[in-house]
């Protein structure tokens, strides 16, 4: 196994946990709009992340043959968070706009720390 699939894995792993917790929050508090918010947003990031490492994987294939990849999706991604917006947009009652848009953010938070704490503890 390499080792960007190892981080891939481990960025999954503290997504769906991070998931669980806006679960938790979403049946045990008052807060509904926020934590669906976060959720839809969770969610939608993770299928850009998903979709993110199979664009790198692709380009580090074509890289090895020697032959040119495509780009690496940023606009899929931009699409997805688009939808997601939108949802929250048409959904007021359900998504919180700011919950669906920090929900987006949170596989690239993660990413951030993970490696932060990488280069601080080598």
Not at 46 to 51: A, R, V
Not at 55 to 79: C, F, I, M, N, Y
Not at 95 to 108: D, H, I, Q
Request: glycine fraction near 8%; proline fraction near 1%; charge should be positive.
């Amino acid at each position: 196994m390499t080792e960007y699939t190892q981080s891939f894995r481990r960025y999954m792993q503290f997504t769906l946990y991070l998931l669980a917790i806006f679960v938790m929050g979403w049946g045990i508090t008052s807060y509904k709009a926020i934590f669906l918010g976060l959720i839809l947003g969770t969610i939608l990031s993770i299928y850009n992340l998903f979709n993110m490492f199979r664009k790198v994987d692709r380009l580090g294939e074509a890289t090895v043959k020697g032959t040119k990849a495509r780009s690496l999706g940023l606009l899929t991604r931009q699409a997805v968070a688009g939808l997601a917006v939108l949802i929250a947009l048409r959904y007021p009652e359900y998504f919180n706009l700011l919950g669906v848009v920090s929900g987006l953010m949170t596989t690239y938070l993660i990413i951030l720390i993970d490696s932060i704490s990488k280069i601080r503890f080598k």
